[in-house]
């Protein structure tokens, strides 16, 4: 699962393992990402919050954004953080879901929550952080800090024939990927196909599937999908990539009480700023689409969003039962969602 770890070690010679330094010099946090250098949210985390980290604790503290898979394949991020090769990452936990089906229900609970905001106050104040890191001390004990964890957008859903309910959903043909979407999906009667992201244009264009879960509506627009499937579901009904902030265990130990405090504030004000930033970008382009008349934006009652998360909890209930870790995870999420009116 390491990988190869001469490769590591050459990575380490190389540089980019952080070493220990002088108490007066500044730590440099190498911290590899889920996301393409290009794409819009490592652009707005580098040229606008980087800065700040360094400004927020005096120069003791730097961070360097990676693209994925630039030191390390995605999957391998946490063995490559725990042994000092990356500083951290902030990357997708549904990632990890090979290892453990919690990692699944902590990384995007398919049709759970309204907003971006309930899950990530569930991640701070709701007690996800620490089931998190609960689940990473039971699977690399000693080697991961888990500073947060949150999203950054809910996913639209790009379709070529209107979707105004949980019934329109039996006998579609959706790209869905697989595990807990395709699931939910299934059990809404729809037919899942698994579709690698570079083919969903094709899959739609030749009919191959009638609707994708794809992206924001910002990337499923600039990713020409509204042009040939004009009825996107805006806000959408399901997806919700968490991501984590984790730093190796040593370093975090190295840091100063005052570090710490610093950091865990930093990433939660950079991830607030980035979904806000992201909401705005998603409805400016929902706005213009819905002026233009080119596309129509379904936007679902409440009533069918509630149906839908009925439908979704039999799938939770599924991937609970596969491990007591994600027993644990699902049970935290319930208590949460339960505080804040979302199920009874």
Not at 107 to 116: F, K, L, R, S, W
Not at 261 to 288: H, N
Not at 293 to 313: C, H, L, N, S
Request: proline residues 4%; neutral net charge.
């Amino acid at each position: 699962m390491f990988g190869n770890r001469v490769i590591f070690a050459a990575v380490a010679a190389a540089g980019l393992m952080l070493s220990a330094a002088p108490a007066d010099a500044q730590t440099v946090l190498k911290v590899q990402t889920s996301t393409k250098s290009g794409g819009f949210s490592f652009k707005y985390l580098k040229d606008h919050w980087a800065p700040r980290l360094e400004a927020m604790s005096g120069g003791e503290l730097s961070i360097e954004f990676m693209p994925i898979k630039s030191v390390v394949d995605r999957k391998e991020t946490p063995e490559a953080v725990g042994a000092g090769v990356l500083s951290g990452d902030l990357t997708s936990i549904a990632y990890f879901s090979g290892r453990n089906p919690a990692f699944a229900i902590l990384g995007d609970m398919i049709a759970g929550y309204d907003t971006p905001e309930q899950i990530q106050t569930f991640c701070r104040h709701g007690g996800g952080t620490q089931v998190l890191q609960d689940l990473w001390d039971a699977t690399l004990p000693g080697m991961i800090h888990v500073i947060g964890c949150g999203p950054v957008s809910k996913e639209a859903l790009v379709s070529k024939v209107p979707i105004k309910s949980v019934d329109d959903l039996k006998g579609l043909k959706i790209r869905s990927p697989s595990g807990l979407a395709a699931t939910v999906f299934r059990k809404a009667g729809a037919a899942p196909a698994s579709i690698s992201f570079s083919d969903v244009f094709t899959s739609l264009e030749k009919g191959v599937v009638d609707a994708a879960d794809a992206s924001a509506y910002v990337n499923n627009d600039k990713n020409g999908f509204h042009q040939i499937a004009r009825y996107p579901l805006y806000p959408g009904i399901h997806s919700m990539a968490v991501h984590q902030f984790t730093v190796g265990k040593a370093l975090w130990d190295k840091l100063t009480a005052d570090q710490r405090v610093i950091l865990e504030t930093w990433y939660y004000a950079a991830y607030d700023d980035l979904r806000r930033v992201l909401d705005l970008q998603d409805k400016k382009l929902v706005a213009r689409d819905r002026a233009e008349g080119k596309i129509t934006v379904i936007d679902w009652p409440q009533a069918e969003r509630d149906k839908f998360r009925t439908i979704a909890m039999k799938a939770w209930e599924d991937t609970a039962a596969k491990s007591p870790e994600a027993r644990k995870a699902l049970d935290a999420h319930y208590g949460f969602m339960r505080q804040i009116g979302l199920i009874k």
